[in-house]
T-cell receptor
Framework: KAGVTQTPRYLIKTRGQQVTLSCSPI?????VSWYQQTPGQGLQFLFE???????NKGNFPGRFSGRQFSNSRSEMNVSTLELGDSALYLC?????????????FGEGSWLTVV | GEDVEQSLFLSVREGDSSVINCTYT??????LYWYKQEPGAGLQLLTY?????DMKQDQRLTVLLNKKDKHLSLRIADTQTGDSAIYFC????????????FGTGTSLTVIP
């Protein structure tokens, strides 16, 4: 069974640009959540989607957005990139949402903003 | 958000046991987790424990939970060089979703 797949793995963008990251969950999983990992802030929750609906949202500005498609694949978008957005963006999938469900992570997308 | 704290670094000799500690704040957490992250990689689920358990053993891994003190530990027996990585404990937020709060991570170095 394939794991969580994230693309692209590495990318470099310029301040002010926007970026779209993609996540394909484990087959059969309907919940996708996104995390940002930086050396200073650690792992921070961005948002979670379940059956195409945003379930929860972390404390990030509106420049960070996401969506989920009917096949459970998810994308996140960051507009007007800032240097501080440089981070590892991790996607995690789960079969369902709520207590008792474990989340499984992808390898992440490394974003560098210059 | 919730506060999950871990010590930053741990160094052990190969063959010894490693104990990684974590404290959390949300007393309503139902599940607590340990993840491992190797350099340049994502997070790998190691094990988890339900809050009504005190201990869970899984091969070389032993998780101890002291719910009164909100203290979680991960013991790795017979630590190997391949265990060198960053270990994160995590608690699930008390809402109904899949929002997790992660600790700062403990960097484990195994000395041959």
């Amino acid at each position: 069974k394939a794991g969580v797949t994230q693309t692209p793995r590495y990318l470099i963008k310029t301040r002010g640009q926007q970026v779209t990251l993609s996540c394909s969950p484990i087959s059969g999983h309907r919940s996708v959540s996104w995390y940002q990992q930086t050396p200073g802030q650690g792992l921070q929750f961005l948002f979670e989607y379940f059956s195409e609906t945003q379930r929860n949202k972390g404390n990030f500005p509106g420049r960070f957005s996401g969506r989920q498609f009917s096949n459970s694949r998810s994308e996140m978008n960051v507009s007007t990139l800032e240097l501080g957005d440089s981070a590892l963006y991790l996607c995690a999938s789960s079969s369902a949402t709520g207590p008792g469900n474990t989340i499984y992570f992808g390898e992440g997308s490394w974003l560098t903003v210059v | 958000g919730e506060d999950v704290e871990q010590s930053l670094f741990l160094s052990v000799r190969e063959g010894d046991s490693s104990v990684i500690n974590c404290t959390y704040t949300d007393s309503s957490s139902t599940y607590l987790y340990w993840y491992k992250q190797e350099p340049g990689a994502g997070l790998q689920l190691l094990t988890y424990i339900f809050s009504n358990m005190d201990m869970k053993q899984d091969q070389r891994l032993t998780v101890l939970l002291n719910k009164k003190d909100k203290h979680l530990s991960l013991r790795i027996a017979d630590t190997q060089t391949g265990d060198s990585a960053i270990y994160f404990c995590a608690e699930r937020a008390s809402n109904t979703g899949n929002q997790f709060y992660f600790g700062t991570g403990t960097s484990l170095t195994v000395i041959p």
